[in-house]
């Protein structure tokens, strides 16, 4: 099995491990637990939990870069909303065990620095793609020429964030944030000689 295999491994049992014991109550041997590796040897590739998670959130970044790069439409206003709904969508593999798990270790970002930054690099990621978008829009005509791209990507970023928290933490379907956003992107941001698109 080579290095690549390994990670794979070690990546995935540390998902099932997440979905069945949560953040907080997560130990190495859980991990080891859900793999066919002991935990001496999850320990010579991960000094710690800590920095086993914080290769998981790299892995995870990485699916999600898969996940909603190269949006479908065929003009900026079609790709913003492919976009946004790529995001609220939630992954094929996507459990709400996982979910929580993923809050937990959102709400120690703030006091662990190696979660915080690699948390930061979902929005920033994020971020720029929509600011991509939008700036393609605005050059085209798309969109309004006095459109601030960065502040509107950072507001669209805040409200799908806050659409995930609450579908984790309540149960609250993302349908009504779907249709919000594509209701601000019709109203606000389209320019309005455009033809709004269905």
Avoid at 68 to 88: F, K, Q, T, W, Y
Avoid at 100 to 109: D, G, K, N, P
Avoid at 123 to 151: H, M, N, P, Q, R
């Amino acid at each position: 099995m080579n290095d690549g295999d390994t990670a794979d491994d070690i990546m995935d049992a540390t998902y099932r491990a997440l979905c069945t014991h949560g953040y907080a109550d997560l130990t190495m041997q859980d991990i080891a637990d859900e793999s066919d590796k002991s935990k001496a040897a999850l320990h010579y590739h991960y000094d710690s939990k800590h920095d086993l998670l914080c290769a998981f959130l790299e892995y995870l970044y990485d699916g999600f870069v898969d996940r909603i790069e190269d949006p479908d439409g065929e003009n900026p206003h079609e790709r913003l909303l492919a976009l946004i709904d790529s995001v609220l969508d939630k992954p094929d593999d996507g459990s709400e065990e996982f979910g929580t798990a993923i809050l937990e270790i959102r709400a120690h970002a703030p006091y662990e620095p190696g979660f915080r930054e690699r948390l930061t690099k979902f929005d920033d990621y994020l971020v720029d793609e929509l600011e991509v978008i939008l700036e393609d829009g605005i050059t085209g005509g798309t969109f309004k020429s006095d459109l601030d791209a960065e502040e509107t990507a950072q507001f669209i970023v805040t409200v799908l964030t806050g659409a995930a928290t609450e579908r984790v933490t309540t149960g609250r379907p993302v349908e009504c944030t779907r249709r919000m956003l594509a209701e601000y992107v019709e109203t606000h941001l389209l320019d309005g000689q455009q033809e709004v698109t269905a």
